[in-house]
């Protein structure tokens, strides 16, 4: 390594700091003054003898081709609908903003200026979807010694704005499911007593139900990867469950089971060719008429889910058990989600302990002052 002064045609004086990639390739960084030259020159040093140097070529290679070889890298290790999403973002986004810049050429500020733009374009959800991909390919460019920083730094996020989803209770979900007709009851209660996903209802199969146990299996989801309906495992292991049912919906699947003839690994509940049964397909011909039949407007398949859970938490199931019977990963999310049940829950606590405490308040103060 070693520092070299010249002047440029223009009579300028420059500093030339001559370094030695470990690979034995030459590279070479110029500077104005003799100070900022002795300052990266002893950083260089500083670097490498803590093992944090960073090749400075490696970041000169496009975003487009870091990108590229991420994907690919990276694409292995995910779930198929999760590599859609990425591959998604990649080319509608990313791609065609930072694909020519060099990687370590991008900063926080064109990060946040491609963020305000999608904002002014997207829900904040898929902004935030979109930002998570860009983030991830950054975080990665880090940990492989491409770049030192990632840009992806103190950015701000459109805020989420938390709409309450419609709840029903159990004559509501009574009167949909009749709606629905004999083929698609039980997988409205399934949604509405057992809190599925419609992605988990609609992988059941014969064998996932245990009549002897009173038990349904969740080991699969129904996923659409580019417009293709694929079962797959559920996205985390607490996905994976074994619930109990209860008899009544025991019953409930026994009549359909028994009424459509389905037999061992035959899907449940499927299309008209036996294979998943498509969310938009259900929801357009089956759910949203029966919906609007029933009185029920705004309410979602998720909605079900929603308000099996507000039910669990209204009569004093505990956290923990909630997490496990909707397949959560973490409790937080649970107690975020459902915190107007906890309320109701936590105000009837108070009510029985105003009762027991304070139920005949003259007797109670009379036999405490007698003590």
Not at 275 to 300: E, K
Not at 333 to 339: E, G, I, M, N
Request: glycine share 8%; hydrophobic share 40%.
């Amino acid at each position: 390594m070693s520092i070299e002064k010249r002047i440029t045609s223009g009579g300028k004086v420059r500093y030339d700091v001559r370094l030695r990639h470990p690979n034995g390739r030459q590279y070479k960084r110029t500077f104005r003054t003799k100070r900022e030259a002795e300052a990266f020159s002893a950083s260089e040093m500083t670097a490498r003898a803590r093992g944090t140097w960073i090749d400075p070529q490696a970041g000169r290679m496009r975003f487009a081709d870091w990108a590229d070889e991420w994907f690919r890298s990276a694409k292995h290790r995910w779930r198929p609908r999760t590599a859609d999403k990425h591959d998604m973002a990649l080319r509608a986004h990313w791609l065609p903003r930072f694909g020519p810049i060099e990687v370590a050429a991008l900063t926080p500020r064109q990060v946040q200026a491609a963020i305000n733009e999608l904002a002014d374009q997207h829900s904040a959800s898929s902004v935030r979807t979109y930002y998570g991909t860009l983030r991830a390919c950054l975080r990665d460019a880090v940990d492989m010694d491409v770049i030192g920083r990632s840009p992806c730094r103190g950015i701000n996020l459109p805020k989420i704005k938390r709409h309450g989803k419609r709840v029903i209770g159990p004559k509501e979900l009574h009167r949909l499911a009749d709606e629905v007709g004999p083929e698609w009851r039980s997988l409205i209660y399934l949604g509405g007593v057992m809190g599925l996903r419609f992605g988990e209802a609609a992988a059941l199969c014969v064998q996932d139900v245990d009549f002897e146990q009173s038990t349904v299996a969740i080991a699969r989801t129904v996923v659409d990867v580019n417009g293709r309906l694929e079962i797959d495992e559920p996205k985390t292991a607490a996905g994976t469950r074994t619930l109990v049912a209860p008899d009544p919906l025991l019953d409930e699947l026994r009549a359909h089971i028994e009424l459509f003839a389905i037999e061992g690994e035959e899907l449940l509940f499927a299309d008209a060719l036996g294979g998943p049964l498509r969310r938009s397909n259900f929801r357009g011909r089956v759910f949203t008429p029966a919906v609007d039949r029933a009185g029920l407007d705004g309410l979602t398949f998720h909605g079900l889910r929603h308000s099996a859970a507000t039910q669990w938490v209204a009569n004093g199931v505990d956290a923990r058990t909630v997490q496990h019977r909707l397949g959560h990963a973490d409790p937080r999310l649970v107690l975020r989600l459902y915190a107007h049940a906890w309320t109701s829950a936590d105000r009837s606590a108070a009510e029985v302990s105003s009762a027991v405490f304070w139920g005949d308040s003259t007797s109670q103060a009379g036999e405490t002052r007698r003590a």
